[in-house]
């Protein structure tokens, strides 16, 4: 019987090691592909990486897109959706499966900005933000609009202009915010929660000139929708040109195909109110003459009628004049009533001009400047009372204050030590009195008891 004799390599693997060198050699030689096929066995686990099987009609590979791809990801994955994905193949050690992680990816045939848009409308739809039953009619005479759009594009100078042509008493408030760029959409949606709170306008203008895709597109920000959908007064969104078409048109009250065409929505023309006005009070007039005439010849007639009795026929003539003397004269105290109040109103808008608010502001600097020196100068008249009661106190207090009453200050020489008590120096020795002016070297000649 003979024996088979196996040579051994000199280095066995493990699987791990088999495995790892499998991974190396794919990330080697496969760092960046492109690959389209089928999603299907998706799961989004809470740890927020999303997995899937990419396959197509006779192969499948798994792919895995983690947690910083998948929120970046501008549209909803789902079963069955074809995709062109880039990414770089590797092995996942603990299964020995080969799998490509994902760096980017894209619905084949339908650019991803537009199916998350789509999915966006549609989403946003089923919440009933665009129902037609939400939208609220332009007020016909607003006291301010607001205005929210970029200070620099050619869009506000339209409106202003428009808005300044049809109203001139109209208030404006401007809401300046970017409208383009990344920051763009939640400045736009704060700017429509502000004003909407603030309660200082009627209703508010969104918008801007006409752009690309990519420059409008911070009005189908959910973001903006929504703070559109919820404001508290109508909207009017004026995004672009007349084909241009955002989510932004879809929640507001109503659309209008250019900024310079929502300015004319929301401003009416003030010459033809005033015009209307006029007309209405002319009209009301010659219909009240006619109406008096009408009465007073029916009133002629029944007293033709009714000469057998002329009492009270005279009394009821008399009535007809006074009751139509009184309604001439209220018609005119309504029409003066009315006259003085549009005076107010125009008193009222004037006198809310920054010019006057300015005017009187700049009378009250000089009285709070001269306030606030004579202020000043009593703070310092006390500060230098004090300073002075202070200065005396300490005079009173100093040592040299007291020598100028005829003390001194005796000390040992050459120690200095201050001599308190006879017994502190001897016969013979030297001391210096220091006097208020001038100091003595003096000799003990003799010690004395106190008497």
Known sequence: MTRTVVDRPQRILTVSDLTALV?????????????????????TPSSGHVYFTLKDATSQIRAV??????LRLRFSLKEGLQLVVRGRLTVYESRGEYQIVLDYLEPKGFGARQLALEQLKERLAREGLFDPSRKRPLPF????????????????????????????ILGIVIAPVPVQGEDAAAQIAAAVRSL?????????????????????????????????AASAVPVVSAVGHEIDVTLADFAADTRAPTPSAAAEMVAPVLDDLLGGLREA???????????????????????????????????AAQQLDELTG?????????????????????????????KVR?????????????????????????KRHA??????????????????????????VPEGTVVKRAQDVSVGDEILARLADGRLLCDVRKILPDS
């Open 65 to 70: 897109l983690f947690r910083a791809g998948a």
């Open 141 to 168: 005479l607003p006291r301010r609009v607001g205005i929210i759009t970029s200070l620099t594009g050619a869009a506000i100078r339209d409106m202003l202009a428009v808005l300044r042509r049809r109203c001139p």
């Open 281 to 315: 009070s002319s009209r009301l007039k010659h219909s009240m003459r006619a109406r008096l005439r009408g009465e007073r010849q029916t009133c002629a007639a029944a007293l033709r009628v009714l000469r057998t009795k002329p009492l009270p026929v005279e009394q």
């Open 23 to 43: 991974r190396d050699r794919l990330e080697e030689g496969f760092p960046d592909l492109w690959v389209e096929g089928e999603v299907s066995n998706l799961r």
């Open 196 to 228: 909407s709170a603030s309660k200082l306008v009627d209703v508010m203008i969104v918008g801007r000139g006409g752009g690309s895709l990519e420059d409008l597109w911070c009005f189908n920000e959910e973001i903006v929708v929504r703070a559109i």
């Open 358 to 382: 300015i005017r009187s502001a700049l009378t009250l600097i000089p009285q709070l400047a001269k306030r606030i020196e004579q202020g000043l100068l009593a703070v310092l008249a006390l």
């Open 387 to 412: 300073v002075r009661s202070a200065a005396s106190a300490l005079d009173n207090l100093s040592p040299l204050a007291i020598l100028g009453r005829g003390y001194s200050i005796v000390q040992t």
């Open 326 to 354: 009184r309604l001439g004269s209220s018609l005119g105290d309504r029409l003066s009533a009315w006259e003085r109040r549009a005076a107010a109103c125009r008193h009222a808008l004037e006198s809310c001009s920054p």
